[in-house]
Nanobody
Framework: QVQLAESGGGLVQAGGSLRLSCAAS????????MGWFRQAPGKEREFVAA????????YYAEFVKGRFTISRDNAKNTVLLQMNSLKFEDTAVYYC?????????????????WGQGTQVTVSS
């Protein structure tokens, strides 16, 4: 089992940057696929990015490609989401998630553990 805690959200102007961090508890962090999802008011939760256990392969939603970067440090039990060139439509609560599956990396139902979320607000 793993517990997740996000940090780094806040208010930023359009075009700015934020770096989200997700700290995981437990000694088996490297056995989890890690993902970031977001949910805007009145909308469904959607996939943002994911990274494999070793960190060698990353996945991104089309709307963040070239702007967001996911990375992980298995020694520090941490996964990061660097967000650049932020847009008003990136405003949402961002969630960190962990799973032990082997497929369906972009589906929220594939992940077993979730953080509480961190608010990102981009002003236009």
């Amino acid at each position: 089992q793993v517990q997740l805690a996000e940090s780094g959200g806040g208010l930023v102007q359009a075009g700015g940057s934020l770096r989200l961090s997700c700290a995981a508890s437990g000694r088996t962090f490297s056995s989890y696929v890690m993902g970031w999802f977001r949910q805007a008011p009145g909308k469904e939760r959607e996939f943002v990015a994911a990274i494999t256990r070793s960190g060698t392969v990353t996945y991104y939603a089309e709307f963040v490609k070239g702007r967001f970067t996911i990375s992980r440090d298995n020694a520090k039990n941490t996964v990061l989401l660097q967000m650049n060139s932020l847009k008003f439509e990136d405003t949402a609560v961002y969630y960190c998630a962990a799973g032990t599956f082997s497929s369906g990396i972009t589906y929220s139902t594939s992940y077993s553990y979730w953080g509480q979320g961190t608010q990102v607000t981009v002003s236009s």
